[in-house]
Nanobody, 128 residues
């Protein structure tokens, strides 16, 4: 069964760190690009970072460059998002998602419309 499960969210003070995990079942993360997205109340869902299934294409939103790092472990079929120097504006529900079947696995995209399989989300709250 296709399944993506996020974990690692929580409450952290500004300047702190969290590491989110996305454990994937039902397909190899080498076959489909994986993205991290977030949505805060009143805001649109936005792309945070993504990693392609093949080669080494990664992307980051300008707002998180230098602070967040996406990585993966193919042996456990898990994608991670290391979040450092967290700011209150990072507060949101964070989702991982798999890019649609048929899309290039050499390139990842930042638009939520390119993703068709989604996890349930994990809450990240950064206090000031």
């Amino acid at each position: 069964q296709l399944n993506l499960v996020e974990s690692g969210g929580g409450l952290v003070q500004a300047g702190g760190s969290l590491r989110l995990s996305c454990t994937v079942s039902g397909f190899s993360i080498r076959s489909r690009s994986i993205g991290w997205f977030r949505q805060a109340p009143g805001n649109e869902r936005e792309g945070v970072s993504c990693i392609s299934g093949s080669l080494d294409d990664t992307k980051y939103a300008d707002s998180v460059k230098g602070r967040f790092t996406i990585s993966r472990d193919v042996t456990t079929n898990t994608v991670y998002l290391q979040m450092d120097s967290l700011k209150p504006e990072d507060t949101a529900v964070y989702y991982c998602a798999a890019q649609r079947v048929g899309a290039s696995h050499y390139v990842c995209y930042s638009s939520p419309s390119e993703y068709t399989s989604w996890g349930q989300g994990t809450q990240v709250t950064v206090s000031s």
